[in-house]
C-alpha cells in the first residue's frame, strides 16, 4: 500500500516532533546527542537521493515512538530479579553532582533545545544583575571600584551582554546561538561551539569579579560596616557560582596591573 504524500507544513509539522521526541528519549534516558544529529545526517541523506519523504518520515516517526516505548518498558520492568542493581558509575555520579549543583537556578528558556547549563548559566547572571548588582555597586561607591571606574564600567558591560535580554528575552550574547538553533540542518557543532564561548565568557566575568572583591576586602580595611557585610555577602554569592558551574580555572590573563598599596 502506498503511503500518503505529506504537504509541505506536514513534513515542517513531522521534522518538529521527531526533534522534540529525539530530544525527549535523549534527556530523559541519558541517551547521546549523537541519536539526533544521526537522524537530521539521514534526512539530508535522504532528500540528496530522492527518497519520498513522506515515508521516510514516517519510518521515523515510528523508530523514534518504538525506541521510546523500549526505554519505558525497561524502566517499569527495573532491575533483573535476582541480580543485583547496577551500581553508577564514578562518571555517572559526577555528572549527577554536577546536575544537582546548578539545578537551584533558574531555567531561562530563551530556547527549548538550548542546553541545561547555559539556561541556568543565564537565570543565575540574570539573578546576580537584577537582585545583586546595584546593592553591590552601592557598597563601592567610596573605593576605586566605583561604577565611574573602567573596571567596573567594562564589568558593568559584560554581566549586561550576558545577561540582559532583548525583547525576545535572549541575551545579547546568544543571539548567534539561537539563530544557529534555528536553521535546518542544524550544525551541531557550531552549537556547541557558541555554548561554550558563552560558558567561557561567564567564567571570565564571574572570576574578575571575584578578584575585584578579594582586593577590596584586602585593601579597605576601614570600610564601614554595612559596606563589609554586602561586600562578604556579594562576594559569597559570585564564590558560589563559580564552584556550581565549576568555573574557577576560566580566568583571563591578569588585566589590572595597578600596584596595591
Given at each position: ?16 516532533k521527531i526533534r522534540k521526541r529525539y530530544d525527549e528519549y535523549i534527556s530523559k534516558f541519558f541517551k547521546p546527542r549523537s541519536l539526533r ?218 588585566r589590572w596591573d595597578r600596584e596595591e598599596n
Open positions: 500500500m502506498k503511503s500518503k504524500k505529506l504537504t509541505p507544513g506536514e513534513i515542517s509539522s513531522s521534522m518538529e544529529e544521526a537522524f537530521e545526517s539521514r534526512y539530508m541523506k535522504a532528500l540528496r537521493a530522492g527518497i519520498d519523504i513522506s515515508s521516510f518520515l514516517i519510518a521515523e516517526i515510528s523508530a523514534i515512538e518504538e525506541l521510546i516505548t523500549r526505554e519505558e518498558q525497561r524502566v517499569m520492568a527495573g532491575p533483573p530479579r535476582g541480580g543485583a542493581e547496577k551500581e553508577p558509575s564514578f562518571a555517572d555520579k559526577v555528572l549527577e553532582e554536577n546536575h544537582r549543583r546548578i539545578e537551584k537556578y533558574p531555567d531561562v528558556p530563551f530556547h527549548n533545545d538550548a542546553g541545561e547549563e547555559v539556561r541556568r548559566l543565564v537565570g543565575a547572571l540574570s539573578g546576580l544583575e537584577k537582585d545583586h548588582w546595584p546593592e553591590l555597586t552601592m557598597a563601592l561607591r567610596d573605593t576605586m571600584y566605583a561604577m565611574s571606574s573602567a573596571e567596573m564600567l567594562a564589568l558593568d558591560s559584560q554581566l549586561r551582554f550576558l545577561a540582559s535580554t532583548n525583547r525576545e528575552e535572549i541575551p545579547q550574547f546568544l543571539t548567534r546561538l539561537v539563530s544557529q538553533l534555528g536553521k535546518f540542518p542544524r550544525n551541531y557543532a557550531v552549537i556547541d561551539r557558541e555554548e561554550k564561548e558563552y560558558i567561557l565568557e561567564a567564567g571570565f566575568f564571574l572570576n574578575e569579579l571575584f578578584t575585584v572583591l578579594e582586593r577590596v576586602q584586602r585593601v579597605y580595611t576601614e570600610m564601614g560596616a554595612a559596606e563589609k557585610k554586602t561586600l562578604e555577602e556579594k562576594k559569597a554569592i559570585v564564590g558560589e557560582l563559580i564552584g556550581d558551574f565549576r568555573l574557577k580555572d576560566f580566568k583571563r590573563r591578569q
